[in-house]
């Protein structure tokens, strides 16, 4: 078990991390094999933010939501399953057991650390690299920085009842009746679209001008108006709140404006990194405008200094993937300071699980970038399954070579792995066109904006190769 307990007030070790959620736990194993002595400290020892109130817990409610949307979507079919019922209580019964079960695993690797390596309690730095946890002194020769992020409440809402986090909506006992969602990022957008697909009373509010990050204008706009058929959704516009006989009322303008009533209202608007209280100013590392260090994205290094950065603390790249990654570079580089090493960073990549799912990959377009469009809206494939909806938009280099993509459409996030791979792989549209695709698959429907590019670019599409397509593709 981590202790609170031990009685040395002074404790030596090569490689301080400090939290136990993804990335720290990353970089205690890999300074951990790269032969340094490591102490992993943390304030709980808890479990993940992914594994108990961010990304499983997340995607459970998505899971119900889905099969509740495929029932009520049976009818296309010729299938009429009858009065559907939803049993709120149920639906986050199950969300909280799997919860569970994926946090006591997490727990499980953490008990596995041997207990001289883990420390409870809640680290600031005291000079240099140098640490207070509690009434103990830890003197590190590296400290990886890895405390996460956490919610954030705007004023409106910081005073008012039954206003919900991503730390408290999964705890709710039953469905709430009605549900005000503020911010369309991927977080409030894939819950709004989970609850009101469980019958709950959903709307979304934004105060900026775009859906799920999307920094392209067509696909944003194309995801907005396939979820808006399912709730509304307003963006740019000031939003207002008070209680009222344990309603909370919200008032909005701008770009709209109206009045209404909730039950329940989820903050969704962002997770700055968690730093407060931590100490920055006794380091001497340089840090930004809003208090977050300088670092080297390669390296995860902070300046010329022995502290490193990982996860949802670098406020860079808040997902689960990088966090991982970031914490076994900073890790080996915290256990091999002062020779610190250069990593190669993976193509971006983030997916919302919305419905479709949303994604953008590789660099944005800029104005030199040759496109290729994939609509959706006839594709064989996603016809045949009633998802035909979406599209998916790919920027090439004046080679053809892939650099990126935006995307809101079906089967999307395995579009976007695929994408994510041959821009890895340094593909051009031609090559990826050459590869072989399934008939009828909904891959089929890529190839129309890797043609368009390939046109674009005048690459040689062999004469041996068929420019046409079968049916519906
Ligand atoms: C609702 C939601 C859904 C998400 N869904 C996805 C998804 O589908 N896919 C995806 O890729 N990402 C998703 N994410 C993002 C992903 O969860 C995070 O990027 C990831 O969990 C960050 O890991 P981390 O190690 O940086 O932080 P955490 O896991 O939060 O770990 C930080 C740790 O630091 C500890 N700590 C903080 N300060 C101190 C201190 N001073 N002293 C000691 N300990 C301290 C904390 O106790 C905590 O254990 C989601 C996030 C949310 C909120
Ligand atoms: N699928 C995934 O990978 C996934 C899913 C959920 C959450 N997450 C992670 O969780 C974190 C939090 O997600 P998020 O969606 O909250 O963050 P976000 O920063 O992406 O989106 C926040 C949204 O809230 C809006 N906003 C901010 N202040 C506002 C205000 N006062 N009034 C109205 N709107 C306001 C912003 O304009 C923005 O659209 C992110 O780091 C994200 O990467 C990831």
Redesign the pocket.
């Known amino acids: 078990m981590p202790s609170d307990q031990n009685p040395r007030t002074d404790i030596e070790c090569e490689v301080a991390v400090i939290g136990a959620g993804t990335a720290g736990l990353a970089a205690e194993r890999s300074a951990r094999r790269a032969g340094a002595k490591t102490l992993l400290i943390d304030e709980r020892f808890a479990g993940t933010t992914c594994a108990s109130v961010?990304?499983m817990p997340?995607k459970l409610l998505i899971a119900a939501a889905k099969v509740a949307h495929s029932i009520a979507a049976a009818p296309q079919f010729g299938i009429y399953p009858g009065n559907l019922a939803i049993d709120g209580k149920a639906v986050m019964h199950r969300v909280r057991t799997l919860r569970d079960e994926f946090v006591a695993s997490v727990l499980k690797s953490i008990d596995e650390i041997p207990d001289d390596t883990k420390l409870m309690g809640k680290a600031t730095f005291a000079s240099g690299s140098n640490l207070r946890v509690g009434d103990k002194t830890v003197r590190a020769k590296s400290v990886v920085i890895a405390t996460g992020?956490k919610?954030?409440i705007?004023k409106?809402?910081d005073r008012l009842d039954n206003i919900l986090t991503?730390e408290t909506i999964f705890e709710l006992e039953d469905l709430p009746s009605s549900l005000a969602v503020?911010?369309?990022?991927?977080?409030?957008?894939?819950?709004a679209q989970a609850f009101s697909r469980l019958g709950v009373e959903v709307m979304v509010?934004?105060?900026?001008k775009?859906?799920?990050?999307l920094k392209d204008e067509d696909v944003a706009e194309s995801l907005h108006a396939l979820l808006e058929q399912e709730f509304p959704i307003r963006l740019s516009?000031?939003?207002d709140a008070s209680s009222s006989d344990g309603a909370i009322e919200l008032s909005w303008s701008g770009a709209s404006q109206g009045k209404m009533r909730f039950t329940h209202v989820l903050?969704?608007?962002?997770?700055p990194p968690n730093l407060d209280g931590l100490g920055l100013d006794n380091t001497g590392i340089e840090l930004d405008e809003h208090g977050t260090p300088l670092f080297d994205r390669q390296t995860m290094r902070c300046g010329k200094s022995s502290i490193f950065l990982a996860g949802?603390s670098d406020a860079q790249?808040?997902?689960?993937h990088e966090a991982s990654a970031e914490g076994a570079i900073a890790g080996n580089n915290a256990a091999r300071f002062p020779e610190v090493r250069p990593s190669k960073r993976s193509t971006p990549l983030?997916?919302?699980?919305t419905d479709p799912p949303s994604a953008s990959i590789g660099v944005p377009a800029d104005e030199d970038a040759i496109t290729g469009v994939s609509d959706f809206s006839d594709q064989g494939r996603a016809k045949v399954e009633g998802r035909n909806v979406g599209m998916i938009r790919l920027y090439a280099d004046n080679e053809g070579r892939l650099t990126g993509a935006t995307l809101a459409a079906p089967e999307g996030e395995h579009f976007a792995h695929m994408i994510a791979w041959a821009i890895e792989d340094r593909l051009t549209a031609m090559q990826l066109l050459d590869k072989p695709f399934y008939h009828p698959t909904y891959e089929e429907g890529l190839r129309s904006a890797l043609k368009q590019i390939c046109d674009q670019t005048r690459l040689p599409f062999g004469q041996d190769r068929d420019a046409g397509s079968a049916p519906g593709v």
């Open positions: 961010g990304c997340s992020s919610s954030s705007p409106t809402f991503n503020i911010g369309a990022g991927p977080l409030g957008l894939e819950l509010f934004d105060e900026g775009t859906v799920s990050a516009v000031d939003i903050v969704a608007t962002g997770r949802d790249v808040p997902i689960l983030a997916i919302t699980f």
